[in-house]
């Protein structure tokens, strides 16, 4: 494949996709995986292994003209976006292989092209405000309930990335007396221990056990176990747009986006629980259109800015 091209790879908690994305930002090929080649192993062979994976696809699919890669972890970056500081979606009891690497350093020993690390929510946003055409000087926020809960704020055309890094972790806000384990390892009633994916695959286990978890919402979505589910989630999404007053609020992730997921309930839910008459009046939540490939085509716009791309093909 001769079309000058970025790599994007996005790395969740239960499946990674990478592919390759023309400069004009459509899609040319992507590949789906299970996040398990990335968790499992030690952290003497992870770099190594991260990049045999990203050569692997490159050279399967004959792609040349490759202007630069990125690849983003569900985790907690630095604000230079070059160590991983945790990834606990990514391994097991809050551990991770890639925990404290420099990803990019690490990589560019196997690539001559320019190598960047993301946060993965942070390119979802990227591609949720290009294919919702949103266009504010005001802020946005992205909050997706995948495996566990990932969020980004976008504010004047950039990331906020915070003082470390790290700003976004509603995660792992405490906001319930419960005390179940959380994948932070910690006890202290973490958004993810009620309105997580992996939430919803305890409730199941609990409650429906015949049930499939993709059926859950279409068989139960009336019941108390996920009528609080739901509500959880409201309950993050007006504590976000009580403290933020962001323009627009974006929802998505596999939760979000399951068969019969009560999305009418959600917004409901959430706008008796926001502060009135500001920001109730005035929220507007639009749901994530990111398909299965947003992390990668995100990954294209975060680099056209880093690489200063014009998006015309071959006006690099
Ligand atoms: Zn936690």
């Given at each position: 494949m001769k079309r000058k091209c970025i790599?994007?790879?996005e790395i969740g908690g239960t499946n990674s996709r990478i592919g390759a994305v023309a400069l004009d930002g459509s899609l040319i090929d992507s590949?789906?995986?299970?996040?398990?080649?990335?968790?499992?192993?030690?952290?003497?062979?992870?770099?190594?292994?991260?990049?045999?994976?990203?050569?692997?696809?490159?050279?399967?699919?004959?792609?040349?003209?490759?202007q630069a890669i990125?690849?983003?972890?569900?985790?907690?970056?630095?604000?230079?976006?070059?160590?991983?500081?945790?990834?606990?979606?990514?391994?097991?009891?809050?551990?991770?292989?890639?925990?404290?690497?420099?990803?990019?350093?690490?990589?560019?020993?196997y690539f001559s092209e320019p190598v960047f690390l993301g946060k993965d929510t942070d390119f979802i946003l990227y591609n949720d405000i290009?294919?919702?055409?949103?266009?504010?000087?005001?802020?946005?926020?992205?909050i997706y309930f995948g495996t566990g809960i990932g969020s980004s704020f976008y504010y004047r055309g950039e990331t906020i990335y915070g003082s470390d890094g790290v700003t976004g972790e509603i995660g792992h806000l405490p906001i319930s007396d419960h005390d179940r384990k959380c994948t932070c390892n910690e006890h202290q009633g973490c958004c993810e221990t009620v309105a997580s994916g992996w939430r919803l695959i305890q409730i199941r286990d609990e409650y429906f056990p015949d049930t499939p978890v993709n059926q859950i919402f279409v068989r139960h979505r009336n019941e108390a176990p996920l009528k609080e589910f739901v509500n959880y989630i409201a309950r993050i999404l007006a504590l976000t747009g009580n403290l933020l007053n962001c323009a627009y609020t974006i929802v998505g992730g596999g939760v979000i986006n399951m068969p019969e997921f009560?999305?009418?309930?959600?917004l409901k839910n959430t706008l008796q629980i926001l502060r009135?008459?500001?920001?109730?009046?005035?929220?507007?939540?639009?749901?994530?259109?990111?398909?299965?490939?947003?992390?990668?085509?995100?990954?294209?716009?975060?680099?056209?800015?880093?690489?200063g791309i014009d998006k015309q093909e071959g006006k690099p």
């Open positions: 790599i994007g790879l590949r789906i995986s299970d996040s398990k080649i990335f968790a499992q192993g030690t952290p003497e062979t992870a770099i190594a292994d991260l990049a045999g994976y990203i050569k692997n696809y490159i050279e399967e699919r004959s792609i040349s003209e490759i990125a690849a983003a972890f569900p985790g907690t970056i630095d604000s230079k976006r070059q160590i991983l500081y945790s990834a606990s979606n990514l391994g097991e009891n809050g551990k991770c292989r890639y925990d404290g690497m420099n990803i990019p350093q690490g990589l560019s020993k290009k294919e919702l055409g949103i266009d504010t000087e005001e802020m946005v926020a992205g009560p999305r009418k309930q959600l009135h008459l500001y920001p109730r009046d005035t929220y507007r939540l639009l749901f994530s259109p990111g398909g299965q490939n947003a992390g990668i085509l995100g990954a294209a716009q975060f680099l056209f800015r880093q690489l």
